[in-house]
């Protein structure tokens, strides 16, 4: 079972942070929502509020994870971008080789930092400005190594379902998604 961290924050796009959650959790792996807003409680971008597993500062140590997802949405990707504790788990992250996940307009952070450098990368169109040094795709999921970017609300689940082939077999996907739907809604 994979431990996997989603970090939100004030104006985080709801479908972008909870399919994600909830395909992850459904396929067996162990899902921590982390606030960073100081709080155990985060508002969305379309004003619902979340309660969070964890809050930032409460959490000792982020090496035990698998997984780390940044969830898009506006001023939800720009908050995440402003949090230096987070950008600096981050780099130790992607230094160690580990995954990364950003949607919509979060991959900014990445691309910020220099971390997409010589990568293909995908965000919502109007952001590709951010993707330093990537090649972008305009695919509604780009895989590139250690790094899984998707483009905006539509690509959660997508999204979703490609970071969890990562640790299980594609037949366990495959059974989700038929099991969701969501396979019967590709055929469509």
Same mark, same amino acid.
């Given at each position: 079972?994979?431990?996997?961290? #989603?970090? *939100?924050?004030?104006?985080?796009?709801?479908?972008?942070?909870?399919?994600?959650?909830?395909?992850?959790?459904?396929?067996?792996?162990?899902?921590?929502?982390?606030?960073?807003?100081?709080?155990?409680?985060?508002?969305?971008?379309?004003?619902?509020?979340?309660?969070?597993?964890?809050?930032?500062?409460? #959490?000792?140590?982020?090496?035990?994870? $698998?997984?780390? !997802?940044?969830?898009?949405?506006?001023?939800?990707?720009?908050?995440? $971008?402003?949090?230096?504790?987070? #950008?600096?788990?981050?780099?130790?992250?992607?230094?160690?080789?580990? *995954? !990364?996940?950003?949607?919509?307009?979060?991959?900014?952070?990445?691309?910020?930092?220099?971390? *997409?450098?010589?990568?293909?990368?995908?965000?919502?169109?109007?952001?590709?400005?951010?993707?330093?040094?990537?090649?972008?795709?305009?695919?509604?999921?780009?895989?590139?190594?250690?790094? !899984?970017?998707?483009?905006?609300?539509?690509?959660?689940?997508?999204?979703?379902?490609?970071?969890?082939?990562?640790?299980?077999?594609?037949?366990? #996907? $495959?059974?989700?998604?038929?099991?969701?739907?969501?396979?019967?809604?590709?055929?469509?």
């Amino acid at each position: 079972m994979a431990k996997i961290y #989603v970090f *939100l924050a004030n104006g985080f796009e709801d479908i972008e942070a909870l399919a994600p959650v909830d395909i992850l959790r459904r396929g067996g792996q162990e899902v921590v929502t982390v606030s960073i807003t100081g709080s155990e409680y985060v508002e969305s971008a379309h004003g619902v509020e979340v309660k969070a597993d964890v809050w930032f500062e409460t #959490v000792e140590w982020f090496g035990d994870a $698998d997984l780390l !997802i940044l969830p898009g949405g506006m001023p939800g990707a720009a908050n995440l $971008d402003q949090h230096h504790q987070l #950008v600096e788990v981050l780099y130790r992250h992607f230094g160690e080789g580990k *995954l !990364i996940g950003a949607i919509c307009a979060a991959p900014l952070v990445l691309g910020r930092r220099g971390l *997409l450098e010589g990568r293909r990368a995908t965000c919502y169109p109007g952001f590709e400005q951010y993707l330093e040094g990537a090649e972008y795709t305009r695919e509604l999921v780009t895989e590139d190594g250690n790094i !899984i970017t998707a483009e905006g609300p539509a690509a959660a689940f997508e999204f979703g379902y490609r970071l969890l082939a990562r640790f299980v077999p594609e037949e366990v #996907v $495959d059974a989700l998604k038929e099991g969701m739907r969501y396979a019967h809604l590709m055929e469509q």
